[in-house]
C-alpha cells in the first residue's frame, strides 16, 4: 500500500509489518542528521505539529539511549525510550524504540546526499503488520510521521 500527500513531499508506504517514509529536504545531509541528532535542535521540530517534547537524557552512540516525554497538544505526556544500536555519521541511525522497558518498534534511518539535497529514508519494523495497523489507526502514525517531517523542513530552513 502506497500513500502520497499532495500538501507534503513525504512518501509513504507500507508491506507487511514495515512503513518506510521518505523526502528530499533541500540541505546538506551533515545538516539534517545534526538537526536530527542534536539535543539543541531536536526540541525545535520533533513530534507532529501541536506537540513539544522535554528531552530528559539523549546519547547518540551505539549502545546509547535518547529519553524524552513528548507532550500532546491535549496535555497528555508520552514517555519515550530510544535505544541507538547503530550510528554511523552522518548516514545511518539503527534504533530500538519504546517504552514501559519493551521495544515497541525498531527504526532505520538513512541519510543519502545527492548534489546538494538530502533524501531521508526512514523504515520502521514492527513486530506484526497488524500492530502497525494498529498504530496507523489508533495513533495516525502515518499523519504523524509527515507532520513531524514537514517540521523537521521548517526546522532546516531556520538553519541555511
Not at 542528521?33 to 537524557?57: A, C, N, R, S
Not at 551505539?62 to 525510550?81: A, E, K, Q, R
Amino acid at each position: 500500500m502506497t500513500q502520497n500527500n499532495s500538501t507534503s513531499s513525504t512518501v509513504t508506504s507500507i508491506e507487511g509489518r514495515e512503513l518506510t517514509v521518505k523526502r528530499v529536504f533541500q540541505a546538506s545531509r551533515e545538516l539534517v542528521y545534526k538537526t536530527w541528532t542534536d539535543p539543541v535542535h531536536l526540541p525545535q521540530w520533533w513530534g507532529p505539529k501541536g506537540f513539544t517534547i522535554t528531552v530528559q537524557e539523549i546519547d547518540v552512540r551505539s549502545g546509547g539511549v535518547w529519553h524524552y516525554i513528548m507532550h500532546g497538544p491535549d496535555g497528555t505526556d508520552y514517555d519515550n525510550h530510544i535505544r541507538y544500536i547503530e550510528v554511523t555519521s552522518p548516514e545511518r541511525l539503527v534504533y530500538a524504540h519504546g517504552g514501559d522497558g519493551e521495544d515497541d518498534f525498531h527504526v532505520t534511518v538513512t541519510f543519502e546526499e545527492r548534489d546538494g539535497v538530502t533524501e531521508l529514508t526512514m523504515r520502521t519494523l514492527f513486530k506484526s503488520a497488524a500492530e502497525l495497523e494498529r498504530v496507523a489507526k489508533e495513533y495516525g502514525a502515518i499523519e504523524a510521521a509527515k507532520s513531524t517531517l514537514d517540521r523537521l523542513a521548517e526546522q532546516l530552513a531556520k538553519l541555511k
